[in-house]
């Protein structure tokens, strides 16, 4: 069974960093999209961060552009986000998705997903 399971998630002082990991197993993962999506209290699951596979192309959120960097290791088959510059509004659990599709920005075009880990910044 295709499986993703995120983790790195914690609490940490505003202007800190932490690094999201995704451990992909259960398929070849070659032609696919991987993201990041978070989800706040209260607001919607709104889109972080993407790479191809290949690690040809990126896709961030404007609001972290410059701020969070998305890579893989295709050895581990492991996603991976590094954040820094973290602020409270970056409060929210983070899910990693992939998708076989080139629509990078949307939820639906997302097959599997992880479940959750919990990012809290603190002011």
């Known amino acids: 069974q295709v499986q993703l399971v995120d983790s790195g998630g914690g609490l940490v002082q505003a202007g800190g960093s932490l690094r999201l990991s995704c451990a992909a197993s259960?398929?070849?993962?070659?032609?696919?999209?991987m993201g990041w999506f978070r989800q706040g209290p209260g607001k919607e699951r709104e889109f972080v961060a993407a790479?191809?596979?290949?690690?040809?192309?990126?896709y961030y959120a404007d609001s972290v552009k410059g701020r969070f960097t998305i890579s893989r290791d295709v050895a581990m088959n492991t996603v991976y986000l590094r954040m820094n510059s973290l602020k409270p509004e970056d409060t929210a659990v983070y899910f990693c998705?992939?998708?076989?599709?080139?629509?990078?920005?949307?939820?639906?075009?997302?097959?599997?997903w992880g479940q959750g880990t919990q990012v809290t910044v603190s002011s």
């Open positions: 998705a992939a998708s076989p599709t080139f629509g990078v920005r949307s939820v639906i075009s997302y097959d599997y």
């Open positions: 259960g398929r070849t993962f070659s032609e696919y999209t």
């Open positions: 790479i191809h596979w290949s690690g040809s192309s990126t």
